[in-house]
């Protein structure tokens, strides 16, 4: 094992990456699932399921979950950056020639 500290930063940024990926998936799973609840119910009518509409809604809801997951990855990554500069301390313009 290395000892010149590059061991705990990988670590670290393995760990960071799968919970934010597990959180990514567990919102997005969440979130298109709600939706495809919450628009199931639209596309029968008179006891007749239509396909086109059940589909239509399915992609809808999958579309949602993507994106919701996607959007829970950028925000979580963003405050995980803005933590690490905010430890960091001082001022990051002064550091510059």
Do not use: F, I, N
């Not at 930063?9 to 960071?16: E, G, N, Q, S, Y």
């Not at 809808?60 to 963003?78: M, N, P, W």
């Amino acid at each position: 094992m290395p000892t010149d500290g590059t061991a705990r930063p990988r670590r670290w940024t393995r760990t960071l990456a799968a919970r934010v990926s597990a959180l990514a998936l567990g919102v997005g799973a969440a979130a298109g699932g709600l939706a495809l609840a919450a628009g199931a119910g639209s596309c029968s009518g008179d006891g007749v399921v239509d396909e086109v509409c059940s589909r239509l809604v399915w992609t809808l809801s999958e579309r949602v979950g993507v994106a919701a997951a996607l959007v829970t990855a950028v925000v979580v990554l963003t405050m995980v950056g803005l933590a690490r500069t905010a430890s960091a301390g001082g001022d990051p313009r002064r550091s510059r020639g």
